[in-house]
């Protein structure tokens, strides 16, 4: 059992940047794969980015390409997102998750955070 807790929003002006953190307890981290995905007001959970726990590959979505970056710390047992370059439609509620595949498909991960509002104003 895997548990995550994220923290890191807040507002931000468009052009801005903030960090998020994700930190894991319980369950061996460094063998789950993490993701961070969001969800605006009546949108679906769409795919941000993740990182593998096996060489540390990374993917992205193709909207946050470039200006976000995924990276993790076993040691610590944390992930985090730098987020660039902020635009009002990065305006969603972050979720940290954790699972067994490589994936961009939020049901194939079974762990997830309580989720961090980022608010980007124009």
């Known amino acids: 059992q895997v548990q995550l807790v994220e923290n890191g929003g807040g507002l931000v002006q468009a052009g801005g940047s903030l960090r998020l953190s994700c930190a894991a307890s319980?369950?061996?981290?460094?063998?789950?794969?993490m993701a961070w995905f969001r969800q605006a007001p009546g949108k679906e959970r769409e795919f941000v980015a993740a990182?593998?726990?096996?060489?540390?590959?990374?993917s992205y979505a193709d909207s946050v390409k470039g200006r976000f970056s995924i990276s993790r710390d076993n040691a610590k047992k944390m992930v985090y997102l730098q987020m660039n370059s902020l635009k009002p439609e990065d305006t969603a509620v972050y979720y940290c998750?954790?699972?067994?595949?490589?994936?961009?498909?939020?049901?194939?991960?079974?762990?997830w955070g309580q989720g961090t509002q980022v608010t980007v104003s124009s």
């Open positions: 319980g369950g061996t981290f460094s063998t789950y794969h």
């Open positions: 998750a954790a699972g067994p595949l490589y994936a961009s498909t939020w049901r194939t991960y079974g762990y």
């Open positions: 990182i593998s726990w096996i060489g540390g590959g990374t």
